[in-house]
């Protein structure tokens, strides 16, 4: 198997299975990919398009082909020299009536085999949730959908068994409850085994010989009808309505609205999807259930990696992480000859906030890359014109700054739907200040007051307590929440602060004596951990970045968006650090959670370097547009801040072959964005929101959006942006294939998101996941062209993915060289030095030098395609630490480069192409 050069990461769903991805290994191959990257393979919930909603983790999904499937699918890849990395779901998994292990856990709560298997608080303050897991799926509060008939008791023959049906929900009756059920009959078998059936309720063994009798109910329920007992239980009748309500009562879980999730809700989920209950993996025996399945995946060698998804909602991802790593490395040994590995990379989905890093000592082999997308934002766009656009944006939309924007997101979010979560906190927090005399005093109001305030201003998703208490890497991180906190509490609650610092690290559990206290202070931390990560993600990626729009581009996971631009020593600074600590982390520019494609995100960032002119845009389209807005109860609509989000949503997604002309082509665009602006409205919850959607607002923006691409009277602004986004479309391209290059030249491991090979202006999900069309990619690839014709075709993609197919060539030639080549950043002078970022790469046996246009739109001109005139370089060129030899060095396309000195001129290094890679194997 050849080593890990370069991934790409495919979603598989029921359209496209393991043995649709079978057919397409032989491209992949000829493009230069060294491994697969899949979504999670496991068992998911019937239709799901990603993966994510585990429902059996003991087998591989029959939807996408099962296992055999796979084993074909690795067999091609074997043949190639490829390897598969698997991405998996460690925190979570699906709820609902296809888990069984759910299923289960509200059969026999407590004395169900997986009660700890689920992150469950059993015991609650609220009487009515007391050993009872409350369960928000019904459409309407609890009493009107008894008395209403739609929580009705029924029967399922096919295995003897009773349950609560709502909609396509199946909620199971205690099996030990049957005879509250049974013994309402006067047949006398059927009275004889209701009464069978309560005495489970004293029985050790009680789910094993609830089996028999189900199975003597479902014999005996083919020879006497049950309805008439159903009958009884109807709620909307008053008999009825009491017996199913005191069946209820007795179940271990407690049916309610779907609005009391967040308030009430005594189970962990992920972030506030009601849909995905959170796994408690730090228990070895949920460890071994949940992972058995990769386990034997790793060992028969049909997974070569893995890919830890949300590292950062597990109780303890460092211990995780170390615990895998161990048992990761037992398998290689048992592993095939054909499939021998020396070492499994493993990668955590973790968001790095500003300064900080991935703790070495986890044994993980780095990120999955999105601090990798936001380095090369930041160098793609221009700080001059931060200010221009902060006051234009300002102006326009009357919303604050980033920085208090997600103050106000965090502050919504923690008391709304991570209410129950942040309560949870609180209260955990007040029980470790009851264990202390000294602190028993502190109210509960003032640590949720407290609390808040820290949470509202921690600068990273979360920190990693442990039982020595906080680390020295996350020490900066809590102070500056600390501080911004105290800042924002009057001094009489300075005291429950300093009791937070304590509790939150300053003082280690460990440090207790073993009983209640230390179990109550250990709790408490890894309570708090995981409620500051979904808070960020929450206030984050699904509400800040779509209310705050100063540039979209700056807008997306992992990135900072309080920080606008980057000169090129940090991004030098961030590869060399790369390199030193984590030599193989992934390096994505795209993902399946991405919010706009990267060559969206690339073309916006060219609104940087034509700050003014976009202003003036803006203001004009406004004018233009004044027809199509409307006036509602609540104000205009779109919104001013909702109609700059558009506008730049258009300059970026707006396609390079849409014919203003063609109504069905127009359409299909505006479906697109209606998509799009439908989840943007209600993600920022501002005008509308998805607990409560505003029908009257939301059709009004989606009206807008129809009457500009469609209305024949708005032609005028139709073709004002469509001439818009053309005249930066260019500098765009130009810009997606020098973040193309980076990403596969410096320190780490490029990671290609499915089907980006060709220009990718997606927009968020579903957009981003549409269906990828591999034959045409397949076949740009098969037909040989020139540099002259993929520059003058520039539109169709072909360019980037020939791009694509060199380097990631020129990898597997040279493979030490790009994982362990020293990162040498390299001197630019002369009149557009400022415009140039590159670097060298320097091995044993060959030597790299990377060059790629940064700011460039200016240089461009008014050319028709993403190459820069050899002459508007002047004297721009390179200081080069060695000098190359014609003889022994060549450039991408097998350009060549004709001097011997140790200065290169850039009108000659990019003379053919927009970018160059030069090898020397002297």
């Known amino acids: 198997m050849n080593s890990l050069s370069a991934t790409l990461r495919l979603q598989f769903h029921a359209g496209f299975t393991l043995d649709d991805a079978l057919a397409l290994v032989p491209y992949f191959a000829r493009l230069g ?92 303050s609220d009487p009515l949730l007391e050993g009872q897991l409350l369960l928000p799926f019904l459409a309407r509060d609890y009493g009107a959908a008894l008395q209403a008939g739609d929580i009705p008791l029924c029967f399922q023959a096919s295995d003897g068994s009773f349950h609560i049906r709502h909609h396509e929900q199946r909620f199971p009756v205690c099996p030990a409850d049957y005879g509250q059920i049974l013994c309402l009959s006067e047949h006398p078998a059927v009275h004889a085994l209701g009464k069978r059936f309560e005495a489970l309720h004293s029985e050790a063994q009680a789910a094993d010989k609830a089996v028999l009798l189900q199975q003597q109910l479902q014999t005996l329920a083919a020879k006497v ?89 597990l109780a303890d991802p460092r211990g995780y992480c170390r615990k895998l790593r161990r048992r990761v490395d037992t398998l290689l040994a048992q592993r095939p000859l054909n499939a021998a590995l020396e070492h499994l990379p493993i990668y955590v989905e973790k968001i790095l906030g500003a300064n900080e890093q991935l703790h070495r000592d986890w044994g993980v082999d780095g990120t999955t890359g999105y601090e990798f997308m936001n380095q090369v934002s930041l160098l793609q766009h221009d700080p001059e014109s931060e200010d221009i656009l902060s006051e234009a944006w300002s102006a326009l939309s009357e919303r604050p700054a980033f920085a208090e924007e997600l103050r106000l997101a965090r502050q919504q979010v923690l008391s709304t739907s991570l209410a129950g979560d942040f309560e949870s906190v609180a209260q955990a927090l007040l029980q470790v200040a009851r264990d202390d005399l000294m602190s028993r005093d502190l109210t509960l109001g003032a640590i949720r007051r407290a609390l808040q305030a820290l949470v509202e201003h921690y600068p990273v998703y979360r920190t990693y307590l442990h039982a020595g208490g906080r680390s020295a890497e996350d020490l900066p991180f809590f102070s500056h929440a600390m501080a911004a906190a105290r800042q924002n509490l009057s001094e009489g609650d300075w005291p429950v602060l300093d009791a ?49 729009a100063l540039l979209l581009s700056r807008n997306d996971v992992g990135f900072d968006a309080e920080h606008f631009s980057a000169p090129p020593e940090a991004f030098h600074q961030a590869c060399e650090q790369r390199l030193q600590q984590f030599p193989h982390n992934l390096l994505c520019t795209a993902t399946h959670d991405h919010k706009r494609g990267e060559d969206n995100r690339a073309r916006l960032a060219v609104l940087s370097e034509r700050s003014r002119w976009f ?259 002047e004297d721009t060129r390179l200081l080069l630490p060695f000098a190359l030899s014609p003889a022994h060095c060549s450039g991408l396309f097998a350009s060549s480069v004709v001097t011997a000195s140790k200065e290169l001129l850039l009108s000659a290094a990019l003379k053919e192409f927009p970018v160059n890679l030069l090898i020397d194997h002297a």
């Open 500 to 548: 937070l610092q304590r509790w939150l690290g300053g003082q280690p559990w460990r440090s207790l004596p073993p009983g209640p206290s230390r179990k109550h202070l250990r709790h408490a931390c890894i309570r708090f951990q995981q409620l500051t990560a979904p808070t960020a993600a929450k206030a984050v990626e699904d509400t800040a970045f779509y209310r705050s």
């Open 33 to 124: 990919i060294s491994h697969l990257y899949a979504s999670p393979l496991l068992s998911a919930r019937p239709g799901s398009l990603h993966g994510y909603d585990v429902i059996d983790p003991t087998r591989v999904s029959p939807a996408l082909g099962g296992e055999a499937a796979l084993t074909r699918l690795v067999a091609a890849l074997r043949l190639h020299g490829m390897g598969l990395i698997l991405d998996i779901v460690s925190n979570h998994m699906a709820v609902g009536s296809d888990n069984p292990w759910w299923q289960d856990l509200l059969s026999w709560g407590r004395r169900s085999r997986y009660s700890t298997f689920f992150d469950i608080q059993w015991h609650s």
């Open 225 to 313: 009808s049950l309805g008439s007992l159903l009958d009884a239980f109807d709620g909307r009748t008053a008999t009825g309505f009491e017996r199913l309500h005191h069946l209820l009562e007795q179940q271990a879980y407690r049916l309610a609205s779907w609005r009391t999730a967040a308030d009430d809700i005594n189970w962990r989920r992920f972030f506030d999807i009601n849909e995905l209950a959170g796994l408690r993996v730090e228990r070895s025996e949920v460890f071994e259930a949940t992972h058995q399945k990769i386990f034997e995946l790793i060992r028969t060698g049909l997974v070569d990696g893995l890919r830890i998804d949300h590292i950062d909602g």
């Open 615 to 873: 202003v003036s845009r803006v203001e004009h389209w406004r004018e233009l547009a004044a027809p199509l807005r409307s006036t509602l109860a609540d104000g205009v609509a779109p919104s001013a801040a909702d109609e700059w989000l558009l506008y730049q949503t258009l300059l970026g997604s707006w396609p390079l072959d849409l014919n203003e002309s063609d109504p069905l082509a127009l359409q299909a665009y505006a479906e697109r964005l209606l998509q799009w602006q439908r989840k943007a409205l209600r993600e920022a919850k501002l005008r509308s929101s998805w607990s409560a959607p505003n029908e009257a607002y939301e059709h009004a923006c989606l009206a807008f959006i129809h009457g500009l691409l469609q209305d024949p009277q708005c032609q005028q602004l139709r073709h004002s942006l469509a001439q818009a986004a053309q005249s930066i479309a260019c500098a765009g391209a130009l810009n997606g294939l020098a973040q193309c290059l980076l990403r596969m030249t410096v320190p780490g491991v490029p990671d290609l998101y499915q089907g980006n090979e060709f220009w990718d202006l997606s927009l968020v999900d579903p957009d981003n996941r549409r269906t990828v069309d591999f034959a045409a990619r397949r076949q740009a690839l098969d037909d040989s062209t020139n540099t002259a014709q993929l520059l003058q075709d520039w539109r169709n993609g072909r360019i980037k993915q020939a791009l694509i197919s060199q380097v990631l060539g020129r990898r597997q030639q040279y493979p030490e060289l790009f994982s362990q080549g020293r990162y040498l950043p390299l001197q630019v002078q002369g009149r557009h030095a400022a415009q140039v970022l590159a670097f060298a790469r320097i091995g044993d046996a060959a030597r790299a030098i990377v060059i790629v246009p940064r700011l460039a739109c200016g240089l461009l001109g008014d050319t028709a395609v993403p190459l820069i005139a050899p002459q508007h370089w």
